[in-house]
């Protein structure tokens, strides 16, 4: 499996205009502190997450991405989810709850990605598949209003969360 990653990361490692060391990074195996980092495929339901694409977390000081089983089937929605999700594993160790402004930061990565993922691919605007229309969505409100677009997207869908944290001030 990290193999196949890191083969999709060299293919499209030029589309992405942020993130990309971290992404590199995860993809073999760490963080940028150094910090192991275990990317798997599987039901994110199964880690009490059911409307999640992806999903970080740490168990015995190990750090885990759980990409959904759904993501499989292309390598960009991959990437998207993973460029989101590579950008938690700085403050998995030690845990740092997340915050608005942890996941607006990670959204708007997501939306970069995706935007540039779409001039090479305009086909996935017409697409049916849920995943892709769910990052269409995330790219059309970047290209709508930005970060504040992303941020009253991020503040209704984690209501609740705190504000900030110590790596997102």
Request: charge should be negative.
């Given at each position: 499996m990290k193999k196949l990653l890191i083969s999709?990361?060299?293919?499209?490692?030029?589309?992405?205009?942020?993130?990309?060391?971290?992404?590199?990074?995860?993809?073999?195996?760490?963080?940028?502190?150094?910090?192991?980092?275990?990317?798997?495929?599987?039901?994110?339901?199964?880690?009490?997450?059911?409307?999640?694409?992806?999903?970080?977390?740490?168990h015995n000081e190990q750090i885990y991405i759980i990409l959904d089983k759904?993501?499989?089937?292309?390598?960009?929605?991959?990437?998207?989810?993973?460029?989101?999700?590579?950008?938690?594993?700085?403050?998995?160790?030690?845990?740092?709850?997340?915050?608005i402004n942890e996941e607006t930061e990670a959204f708007i990565i997501t939306a970069q990605y995706w935007l540039q993922a779409l001039k090479k691919h305009p086909e996935y605007i017409e697409s049916k598949d849920e995943n892709i229309q769910f990052l269409n969505y995330i790219g059309y409100l970047y290209l709508k209003g930005g970060d504040k677009e992303i941020r009253k997207f991020v503040q209704k869908a984690y209501k609740g969360y705190p504000k900030s944290s110590s790596l997102y001030p």
């Open positions: 999709i990361l060299t293919s499209v490692l030029l589309l992405l205009p942020v993130n990309a060391a971290t992404l590199q990074e995860v993809l073999e195996g760490h963080n940028h502190k150094g910090q192991s980092v275990i990317v798997m495929f599987d039901d994110c339901k199964n880690y009490g997450c059911p409307n999640a694409l992806g999903i970080t977390f740490v759904s993501l499989k089937t292309n390598d960009d929605v991959i990437l998207a989810i993973l460029s989101h999700e590579a950008l938690h594993t700085d403050s998995m160790i030690p845990r740092i709850k997340d915050s």
